[in-house]
């Protein structure tokens, strides 16, 4: 019971012993009668009405996007009939890499009822994997003279993939001869499917099929057949920049990355600091991907030496990218170091941070000497695109037709502007 509690009843015996001075007997009992039920009632009322009590929560989309909401399901159970007058529930979701926590709560009114359902949304969590830390149940009488509270455990789960943001688009199309990252520049014939399509603005001239041309009389393009014969390696620099959500920038890029190289590639390897992810796209799917960089978290040491070893001990040729937004000469021969294997293409993207410029940096040109292209892209505020899940735009136009969507595999139409401007050969 609490002071103010404890206090009002003090307050009503002086009363009482007020009314019994000056006033009559009868009146004294009645008042005194009246007083006790609502104390008994105050007493027991806690812990009738919360007799046999359970919870239960129910997750309607356990794996979402920062733009999407999903809907909690929630159940209190009871054995008890005891008239309850109110009744307040706080469910606690917990950031499994931060620790922050979010608290949702519920004010309910179950009275003569053992049994109520009730919804509420959850939008607007930042990236990570979030845990139902514990339910409570708070209940009192009238007065609020005698509370009762009670604690459940839960193990629900919620994973918030990052964001994918558009990679730049040069990083597909250096030199204007394919969209695909690959190390061959003459494709066959069994490269190219029998499909036909209108040109776009950002196709390559060696995609016009010429004799269907001049047929049609409008320029058509050929489609590439899907082929998992690349190799992808993808480094995030795990450290924090000038601003806060930098790391989550460059996390969001790589999922765009990925999410556009899935179909192509044979082997994705994924690298942040001291975590690491390996997988073969034909025998995964992406939000096997997405799931670990949701859960990735900034460090700042004891990574470099480790990732360094890694990357020039793997032998296989393929495509190596690096995502950082601060870059130094230890980097430079790092980058060196790995290009090294003529068979591996190196290529380094720089998200910029206002007030950071890549153009006069003094080893932008040893970079390029050693056949690293260095991409740069600058920083864009985003609009959410509720119940959508595509890679994010950027600012200058670069059109790129069709994407799936990561969540149900459907293909997705529509224009999508990127920002991308590229430094190398």
């Known amino acids: 019971m609490r002071w103010a509690n404890v206090v009002l009843v003090v307050l009503c015996l002086g009363f009482c ?28 009322t806690p812990w009738l009405g919360m007799a046999g009590t359970s919870m239960r929560r129910v997750v309607s989309k356990e794996c979402l996007s920062p733009c999407e909401t999903t809907e909690v399901q929630g159940e209190w159970r009871r054995h008890s009939r005891w008239p309850l007058p109110w009744l307040e529930l706080v469910d606690c979701w917990v950031h499994q890499g931060t620790g922050e926590m979010r608290q949702i709560r519920r004010l309910l009114f179950p009275w003569f009822r053992s049994r109520v359902v009730f919804t509420y949304p959850l939008q607007g969590l930042p990236r990570g994997i979030y ?9 009192g009488d009238w007065f609020g003279l005698m509370q009762r509270r009670r604690s459940f455990r839960a193990e629900q789960w919620l994973t918030v993939y990052p964001s994918p943001f558009a990679a730049p688009h040069s990083l597909y199309s250096s030199s204007g001869e394919n969209e695909a990252l690959t190390v061959k520049g003459y494709r ?113 040491s004891g990574w470099e030496d480790q990732w360094l070893q890694s990357i020039c001990a793997s032998s296989p040729p393929g495509h190596f990218i690096y995502i950082c937004s601060t870059v130094d000469e230890l980097l430079v021969r790092r980058l060196k170091l790995v290009r090294l294997n003529r068979g591996r293409t190196v290529t380094l993207i720089y998200a910029e941070e206002p007030g950071r410029t890549l ?8 970079l390029q000497a050693a056949g690293i292209r260095v991409l740069r892209t600058q920083k864009q505020r985003h609009r959410e695109e509720v119940g959508t899940y595509v890679p994010r735009t950027g600012s200058t136009t670069a059109t790129d037709r069709t994407t799936a969507d990561p969540t149900t595999g459907d293909p997705t139409t529509g224009d999508r502007t990127t920002t991308g401007t590229s430094f190398g050969a």
Not at 24 to 34: P, Q, R
Not at 359 to 366: E, H, K, S, T, Y
């Open 131 to 139: 845990r139902l830390e514990k339910m409570e149940a708070a209940a």
């Open 188 to 300: 066959s014939e069994e490269d190219w499917t029998p499909q036909l399509r209108g040109y776009v603005d950002g196709d390559s001239y060696n995609r016009i099929h010429w004799k269907a041309t001049a047929k049609s009389g409008e320029l058509k393009v050929r489609e590439l057949a899907e082929s998992r014969s690349e190799v992808l390696e993808l480094c995030i620099d795990p450290s924090n920049g000038l601003e806060g959500d930098s790391f989550e920038w460059r996390v969001s890029l790589a999922a765009g990355i990925s999410f556009q190289q899935w179909p192509r590639c044979s082997r994705i390897r994924m690298v942040c600091g001291q975590a690491s992810l390996q997988l073969e796209p034909a025998a995964a799917d992406w939000s096997q991907a997405a799931r670990w960089l949701a859960a990735l978290q900034p460090s700042y």
């Open 359 to 366: 153009l006069n940096i003094p080893w932008l040109d040893g």
């Open 17 to 44: 012993l007020v009314l019994f001075a000056v006033g009559t007997e009868s009146s004294v009992l009645f008042v005194a009668c009246v007083l006790g039920g609502l104390l008994f009632y105050s007493a027991v």
